[in-house]
Nanobody, 125 residues
């Protein structure tokens, strides 16, 4: 079992920024990590992913150029920097880990085994 804990969500005005954190257990530096989100009455969707080592990063088209994924393996934490936020970014954001070393890095939730509880991001217009 891999327990992930997200934090950093909140209420922000359009154009603002937030930084989400995903704390993972020791040893997860070997795994790819992903961020997903679920907006009200919508299905969960892929946001971004980062490979073990951080050499490869993938973004959904809707967030490319505004969001940045990174990881600090010394503290087993993955970050998602959210800039230039829009009301349509309002959602619960989840981090997830792929412990099966899939390649290419998964961009669907089927590619991840363990998930956090989520953190709410609300962007007002």
């Amino acid at each position: 079992q891999v327990r992930l804990v997200e934090s950093g969500g909140g209420l922000v005005q359009a154009g603002g920024s937030l930084r989400l954190s995903c704390a993972a257990p020791e040893g997860t530096n070997n795994y790819s990590m992903g961020w997903f989100r679920r907006a009200p009455v919508k299905e969960r969707e892929f946001v971004a992913a980062i490979s073990w080592g951080g050499g490869t990063k993938i973004y959904a088209d809707a967030v490319k150029g505004r969001f940045t994924i990174s990881r600090d393996d010394s503290v087993y934490t993955v970050y998602l920097q959210l800039d230039n936020l829009k009301p349509e970014d309002t959602a619960v954001y989840y981090c997830a880990t792929d412990i099966d070393y899939r390649l290419p890095i998964p961009t669907t939730d089927l590619g991840y085994e363990f998930w956090g509880q989520g953190t709410q991001v609300t962007v007002s217009s």
